[in-house]
């Protein structure tokens, strides 16, 4: 609700032509509109590239779904879409009509929109400047028909650029962010750019997840400390903020990205996915 809805005595129950009276364009109400009816937005964040965000940002949508949730999963990385692949929907294009898409259902409670559904090719490049692609994640949450959500997670491309700034523009300040991270310094580093981006831009931020941490052998079930731990943990201390949780390094979830299967759905009773399984309790929480 805007600062002048606040004071009005109608507070927000007003139709769109009064909307329009006090000012608002009617793309703006649109927006508006379509977010209203979604009750928790989540932002996958990352500083570094290849942290494996994407498979994170899938499997807690899964999760969620499997929960009894209604979800909308929506990649906003325009140069490399992941989710389509992840999910085994690579090919999926929305139906489209003049005024809006329709997302791609994925099971009986979640939706995916990705730009990856919308390139005629996988070799096509987008290259596209900051304003252009603001308006097409626009478009990805005002002109897509996600309906009445309990979720929408968003996956963004790695970084504090274009992308995660316009999608937590447009979601508005009850959105809330996941980072994730991997043990590496290097990654921790990066991170820490991530923190302070959400504090700039106003945005809470839900927890931190620590992926790829340690090894899961497919042999005899052992966990090894290839990439150490407990480096996403100590950063959670050090900030303040919430610790989600770690996702181990296990193989059949590298698969499951590869052959695009969600992993939680097909290895629901493993260690791993137990790990995602308390990694989205406190996101649940938010909608009990």
């Known amino acids: 609700m805007s600062e002048s809805c606040k004071s009005c005595s109608q507070q927000g129950g007003c139709t769109s032509e009064q909307q329009e009276a006090c000012g608002k364009k009617p793309e703006d109400i649109e927006l508006e509109n379509r977010l209203s009816r979604i009750k928790h937005k989540i932002v996958v964040l990352s500083g570094k590239g290849g942290v494996g965000k994407s498979t994170v940002s899938a ?30 929907l690579k090919g999926q294009q929305p139906q489209v009509d003049q005024d809006s898409m329709e997302p791609i259902q ?20 987008v290259i596209w400047r900051g304003p252009v692609k603001m308006g097409v994640i626009r478009q990805f949450i005002q002109n897509v028909s996600w309906g009445d959500l309990d979720y929408l997670i968003v996956d963004c491309p790695p970084g504090t650029g274009d992308e995660p700034l316009s999608a937590l523009q447009l979601l508005g300040k009850d959105s809330k962010a996941v980072i994730v991270t991997t043990p590496q310094l290097l990654a921790i580093d990066d991170v820490r ?16 997840v620590e992926n790829m941490s340690g ?38 979830m590298a698969r499951a990205g590869d052959e695009g299967f969600s992993y939680v759905k097909v290895y629901p009773e493993s260690e791993t996915a137990k790990f995602v399984q308390k990694i989205i309790e406190p996101m649940l929480a938010l909608d009990a």
């Open 106 to 125: 994925w099971s009986k409670n979640l939706w995916v929109m990705s730009m990856g559904f919308l390139l005629p090719s996988d070799s096509d490049a």
């Open 215 to 252: 090894f899961v052998c497919p042999e005899c079930g052992a966990e090894h400390k290839v990439f150490n731990t407990g480096a996403g943990e100590k950063l959670s201390l050090e900030t303040g903020i919430n610790y989600l949780g770690r996702i181990p390094f296990d193989p059949d």
């Open 193 to 208: 750019r991530s923190i302070t981006f959400c504090k700039q831009v106003e945005t809470p931020i839900l927890g931190l």
């Open 59 to 88: 499997n807690i949508a899964v999760s969620l779904a499997n929960a009894g949730k209604r979800v909308g999963l929506l990649d906003v990385d325009v140069h490399g879409p992941s989710i389509p692949r992840l999910l085994s």
